[in-house]
């Protein structure tokens, strides 16, 4: 995504638009930039699960404009320590002027401001002492740039795409050189970008909208342990540096004095392991969640769906330590999902009709009988869409089980 939230009708993909997204809309301002510290962070949580995940690595940020980019500025400044092959960042034709995350002077204009520069590729191999102070830097990297303007290479698109589209030739020559691709592509073409990646079995740490769990293109993989969520837990969103004349749903970081809108709906996809992923949930047993959770309170059990063979679970938290049948849980799960701990079986949508645990699909009378009974007026109340308890939908849901071998523990 350029290193930032591009398209603003991401946005739209929401059902709930988190104000910094709405903002933009207002705006039609879509510079998004992500933080630095968040790639940072992010990164060296999975050199703590294995310090060479990078070594020896071609590292791709193909929606990165390096004189933007804080991917760029990240993996170029760490290009030792990560022990990285090489480091790719592509841009893109008329990439927006970002001023104070500018970083080669030749494309100034006056108060820091630059042209917008046709698409290019920036390449890295190496990142020497170029100006003899004892140390290899980013003041190096921005050196090296400067004197040798062959590690800079134009882009050309074709007929379909533009340069420097993730999509086009020059691109993909460059993705199929690639061992890991590291970036925030555009959320409005997740399933794209996130499609590419798998057709050419790229590792990959990038940024997305948390409701991409939900698209039928995604949950599959999600299902598949072939995609999780990275180290940053996706319940806190993300927050990332917008524009200085930005006025609105902003507030100012004290230590950079840079504005910073909070993006709810963001967080990392990937397929590279990391510990945290590992870590098993601590979980109780039926009695004691009946006797000691505020919802199950006064319950005798769990609730059952009326269309799925399957117990509802309103929280991960309730999770019972001690049933071996298919639960249905929030989505918020796939948060702390251990693969070593549960199996992801399928989930309560009406686009999952092969679903082995469905058990009742309702007519549309039935759907047009349920509204009128619940809303006292003529409407649909689309029962299949979800599960559905005593007659009420409840929010989706991920249908899991514990990976275990059944046992004769107690159930409902």
């Keep these: 995504m350029r290193d930032k939230v591009k398209e603003t009708n991401c946005a739209m993909e929401s059902k709930s638009l988190n104000q910094g997204m709405s903002a933009a809309k207002v705006a039609k301002q879509d510079e998004f930039y992500t933080q630095y510290i968040d790639i940072q962070k992010e990164v060296e949580a999975y050199l703590e699960f294995d310090p060479d995940t990078f070594r020896g690595k071609v590292v791709y940020c193909n929606c990165d404009d390096p004189f933007e980019s804080n991917f760029f500025k990240y993996f170029a400044a760490n290009f030792n320590k990560l022990g990285l092959k090489k480091l790719i960042s592509t841009s893109y034709d008329g990439s927006p002027i970002a001023g104070q995350l500018t ?18 590729a920036v390449i890295l191999d190496q990142v020497k002492d170029e100006d003899g102070d004892g140390a290899a830097n980013i003041d ?18 074709d007929d379909k795409y533009g340069g420097g589209d993730f999509r086009s030739p020059d691109s993909v020559a460059f993705l199929k050189e690639a061992d890991i691709v590291v970036t925030n592509p555009p959320f409005s073409l997740f399933r794209e970008y996130v499609a590419q990646l798998v057709e050419y079995s790229k590792k990959f740490l990038i940024i997305g909208n948390t409701n991409a769990i939900t698209y039928k293109e995604i949950f599959p993989l999600i299902k598949d342990n072939r995609v999780w969520f990275g180290c940053t837990s996706f319940n806190v969103g993300m927050f990332f540096e917008v524009p200085a004349h930005w006025e609105r749903f902003h507030h100012i970081d004290q230590e950079t004095g840079k504005k910073i809108a909070r993006v709810s709906t963001s967080c990392w996809y990937t397929n590279l392991d990391h510990g945290r992923r590992h870590q098993p949930l601590q979980l109780m047993t039926i009695a004691d969640n009946l006797r000691f959770s505020n919802n199950l309170r006064g319950k005798t059990t769990y609730d059952r769906y009326d269309n799925y063979n399957a117990i509802e679970v309103g929280t991960y938290k309730e999770i019972p330590s001690d049933y071996d049948g298919v639960m249905g849980v929030p989505i918020t799960f796939l948060d702390k999902y251990n693969p070593d701990q549960f199996e992801i079986v399928g989930t309560t949508e009406s686009n999952d009709p092969d679903n082995a645990y469905r058990t009742r699909v309702y007519t549309s009378q039935e759907c047009r009988d349920a509204y009128r009974e619940r809303f006292g007026k003529p409407g649909v ?14 929010f989706k849901r991920v249908l899991i089980r514990h990976r275990r071998t059944p046992t004769k523990g107690k159930t409902t």
């Design 103 to 120: 970083l080669f002077p030749e494309y100034n204009e006056g108060n820091g401001k630059r042209q917008k520069p046709k698409a290019l």
């Design 140 to 157: 190096d990297v921005k050196l090296f740039l400067k004197r040798n303007k062959a590690a800079r290479i134009a882009l050309k698109g």
């Design 381 to 394: 109340y689309d029962l299949n869409a979800s599960g559905v308890v005593d007659g009420v939908k409840v």
